[in-house]
């Protein structure tokens, strides 16, 4: 018997359908051990020994594993073919060997990139021994991680009250939506105009050319910098007694084909064609890859989709050019096949490029079998894939140069027109237009040298420059990929730590900068700014790729790490608060606080509550403010942005005032704070708060009215009574949103329902809909789990859905649906849930039921009186061993993020 171990549940079904009755195949759910989350798991001082650990839900993984070889003769060991997967293997060789589990034992490592009965034959027939050089490069990325977030993210917690973690990859993330925001908001738009004309053919055929030239002078983008001048040249042209066709460039033009994904570009692509979060991608990259049902056939429809090669194998070039010959014809077949080179450094681990196991299986036929996100993921790959192999598109460019007046000025007019759409037919990657693209693919009417068209119209028109844009997803992949920042296959995880971490928010699909994460930025480039520089974490990658590749030593590598973050963290001991504060203060002060223009305007610093204090940044609970120097007989606070902000009617950079309440004649005022926007009656009086009500969702800041502010401020309202015990119901919004009570009973009230009119027949019904306590229904029992016989369901809480089993309850992923959720997928999200919380597995019923004999077995026992009399010193010792207990918690795993 050979025992064979993957990752996942779903690849072990797949693959067993594919081996004889000598194999049997396990999954160890990922990696079965990992480092501590406490400090000491990685000692620098002991040559970088690194202290691993079996978690409660690992055991039982590898105690199967253990069970199923005790009548084997092999180890085969099948996981993902790049440095985790071998990683994992590893792992796994290394804890049997441990426990003397493999004792004449052979244990050999096999790789496939597809899931598919061909290649996983194939791998089967050549397997080899571990990479060592690959797992190196593991254990420097891990130890890096660690030794950087579980030494630098204690330093925030002193040093900047509300601060979540330092990671490697994620820190310098960070620094670039950071950066990004800043160029926004620095950013002072630049006026100019374009003056185009508006000319026809003899015929009456219609075309557009722009000014290029005036008074013989080529014109630069700015030369028309405001209206007079834009006036003036267009004056030219309207004056002007001919138009005459000086040149006409022709030339035929080809667009090549993109190469196939990789894991950057998929996500890229993925995100911009199909709304995908990186992390989605890649969560139905993973299920296509590990198999899909096909009426009774598990197959893997793409290639392993974790890589940075762009090349095809022999077999697939081939696959595709024999479809694109039948499905398209021979005119879109290129003569000599493509082939793409990756840029990859590290050849071992350039695999092929994400594509189609089966290029056969069209997209519309793989439909049937899949979910609408997978079917849409699908063939996105699949078109890709196939136009990489297609022959180019053909363009005819044209270029005609207009001459004004006998040299007085000159127009432009460019056109393009498709000859032959070649990969187009299949497969266009998007990007962002520009007007000089769109002028490009405009059609021109066959004009020739001599002719003379007429005016028909003299248009100008006003521009401002624009702000880079912030940054989406897939620009954001990009960029990291362009830096050489962290690899593809961890941008998913690390772009969410970011949003996990409450350091930035996503608006219309771009990343903005929370308050929290803009001062963590800035601390690290004033304290620690070579760790947070592109080129530095850059190199550190360049130097694990060498590790991978065998021309490095890992813990050289560590060592040349180590001594100096050791050393730069180890100046920061002796900081202050105050001394933080006044290096972000003035890093931050032209930026926030910038001189005006106008010498006799107010200056930004000067508070506008008491008018005599300086404003400055300050830090508190939730982060970084702005707050008055005459705290605390002066409370004014405003966010962490520009005075003047962008202006908008969502503008809340300052408090913006809604009218006066005529009872108490204070202000009421929008805001935005910590945990969103609110109204607030009144400014804070020494210790007293002023009364603040949250806005709900769904409305608008631009709609929020004073009468509506009124209403909220009157909150909680009496609706009236309930008519079984004349107790009263209470309409209000507390911290989870809108609410109804009656007595101790709270149900939130949905979106269709308005708190400020809910009536009492609606209140009744939701309040009849709230279940008990620890009784909530659930919305569907999904089964037995496979660990024991208790159901695994969902229920509805007011976080959204989550999966339950005993008393482990784990939140449903935003993306997945109800109805659709798995046992395999709800045991690895419980199982996720208990790694995080540190919790064992619930006990079996057999454990459960044991627990009354033990306490009556205690209850018959005559010495009971000896074990009263040592309560005292019990008692006692666990005083004393109290304050120890907090220890550990210094770096606990649910402050610390390092990245994967």
Not at 647 to 663: F, H, I, N, R, V
């Amino acid at each position: 018997m050979n025992i064979v171990v993957v990752e996942s549940p779903a690849k072990a079904k797949t693959i067993n359908k594919y081996l004889g009755e000598d194999y049997q195949v396990l999954a160890s759910y990922g990696h079965v051990r990992d480092l501590p989350a406490k400090d000491g798991s990685v000692a620098p001082d002991e040559d970088f020994a690194m202290s691993w650990e079996v978690d409660s839900n690992s055991e039982k993984r590898l105690k199967d594993i253990i069970q199923a070889l005790k009548g084997a003769d092999q180890l085969i060991l099948a996981t993902d073919p790049d440095r985790e997967g071998e990683a994992i293997s590893w792992h796994i060789a290394e804890e049997l060997q441990k426990r003397k589990k493999l004792n004449g034992k052979q244990v050999s490592r096999v790789v496939f990139n597809e899931v598919t009965k061909t290649a996983i034959q194939a791998a089967f027939a050549q397997p080899r021994e571990l990479n060592m050089e690959l797992v190196e490069a593991y254990l420097a990325r891990r130890a890096l991680d660690y030794l950087f977030g579980f030494t630098l993210s204690p330093v925030l917690w002193r040093k900047l009250p509300g601060s979540r973690s330092a990671g490697r990859v994620q820190s310098v993330a960070l620094r670039l939506i950071c950066d990004r925001e800043s160029e926004i908001e620095i950013f002072k738009p630049q006026e100019y105009w374009s003056v185009e004309a508006r000319l026809a053919t003899p015929d009456g055929q219609k075309f557009s050319a722009r000014l290029t030239h005036l008074d013989g002078k080529k014109l630069d983008k700015f030369d028309l910098g405001n209206a007079q001048s834009a006036s003036d040249a267009a004056q030219t042209l309207e004056e002007a007694p001919s138009f005459t066709i000086k040149t006409v460039e022709r030339k035929q033009a080809r667009r090549n084909p993109q190469p196939p994904f990789t894991t950057s570009t998929l996500q890229q692509e993925a995100s911009r064609k199909l709304g995908f979060t990186a992390t989605r991608t890649m969560q139905i990259a993973q299920k296509l890859y590990e198999g899909v049902d096909l009426g009774g056939e598990t197959v893997g429809l793409i290639t392993y989709m974790r890589t940075d090669g762009v090349s095809l194998s022999a077999e697939a070039i081939t696959a595709s050019r024999e479809l694109i010959a039948k499905q398209f014809g021979k005119d879109y077949l290129p003569a000599n096949a493509r082939e793409y080179k990756s840029k990859a450094k590290n050849a071992q681990e350039a695999h092929e490029a994400v594509r189609p196991t089966n290029f056969s299986l069209l997209p519309r036929d793989a439909a049937r079998y899949l979910n609408d996100e997978s079917q849409k993921l699908y063939e996105l790959i699949w078109n890709r894939t196939m136009a990489s192999q297609m022959e180019s598109a053909v363009l005819d460019q044209v270029a005609v140069d207009i001459d004004v007046a006998l040299g007085k000025a000159t127009l432009r007019a460019n056109g393009s027109v498709l000859r032959f759409d070649g990969f187009l037919k299949l497969y266009q990657e998007d990007k962002d237009d520009s007007k000089d693209e769109q002028d490009d693919d405009r059609r021109l009417p066959k004009l020739t040298e001599g002719d003379r068209p007429e005016r028909q119209e003299i248009l100008k028109e006003q521009h401002f420059t624009q702000p880079p844009p912030r940054y989406s997803e897939a620009s954001l992949v990009k960029k990291m990929e362009e830096l050489g920042i962290g690899r593809p296959s961890t941008y998913a995880s690390v772009i969410q730590v970011l949003q996990d971490r409450n350091y930035v928010v996503i608006d219309k699909k771009r990343f903005l900068p929370e308050d929290r994460g803009r001062i963590v930025t800035t601390f690290l480039r004033n304290f620690f700014s070579k760790y947070v520089e592109f080129n530095f974490t850059a190199d550190l990658e360049t130097q694990l790729d060498d590790i991978s590749a065998g021309s490095a030593e890992w813990k050289n590598v560590l060592r040349g790490f180590w001594d100096a973050f050791h050393a730069s963290v180890s100046e920061t001991k002796g900081l202050t608060i105050t001394e933080v504060i006044e290096a972000l203060d003035a890093d931050l002060s032209d930026h926030f606080f910038p001189t005006p223009e106008d010498p006799e305007a107010k200056h930004p610093r000067e508070c506008p509550t008491c008018e005599s204090g300086r404003l400055g940044i300050k830090l508190g609970k939730t982060g970084g403010f702005i707050g008055c120097s005459n705290y605390p007989e002066c409370r004014y606070t405003r966010p962490l942005t520009l005075p003047d902000g962008e202006g908008g009617p969502d503008d809340l950079s300052q408090p913006k005032e809604l009218g006066t309440d005529p009872a108490t004649g204070l202000a009421v005022t929008l805001r935005k704070g910590p945990y969103g926007v609110y109204v607030q009656l009144g400014e804070a009086v020494e210790k007293t708060k002023p009364k603040r009500v949250s806005i709900p969702k769904g409305i608008a800041i631009s709609d929020v009215t004073f009468d509506q502010a009124q209403s909220l401020l009157s909150l909680p309202r009496d609706i009236g009574p309930h008519p079984e015990d004349g107790a009263m119901i209470i309409a209000g919004i507390g911290r989870f949103g809108p609410y109804v009570k009656h007595g101790s009973v709270f149900k939130s009230i949905a979106k269709d329902d308005d708190v400020l009119t809910i009536g009492l027949n609606r209140a009744v019904s939701l309040i009849a809909e709230a279940p008990k306590r620890g009784a909530a229904a659930a919305l569907r029992t999904i089964g037995s789990h496979p660990d024991d016989s208790t159901d695994v369901t969902i229920h509805s809480g007011r976080y959204g859905p989550y999966v339950k089993w005993n008393k482990v309850n784990a939140s449903l992923p935003k993306d997945k649906e109800v109805d659709s959720l798995t046992m395999e997928e709800a045991v690895e999200l419980l199982i996720r849930q208990m790694e995080k919380k540190g919790t064992k597995k619930p006990a079996a019923k057999k454990t459960a039921a044991k627990k009354p004999a033990a306490k009556k077995t205690a209850a018959k026992k005559p010495a009971a009186k000896k074990a009263t009399a040592k309560k005292t010193p019990v008692k006692k010792a666990a005083a004393k061993k109290a304050p120890a207990k907090k220890a550990p918690a210094k770096a606990s795993a649910a402050k610390v993020e390092t990245d994967a």
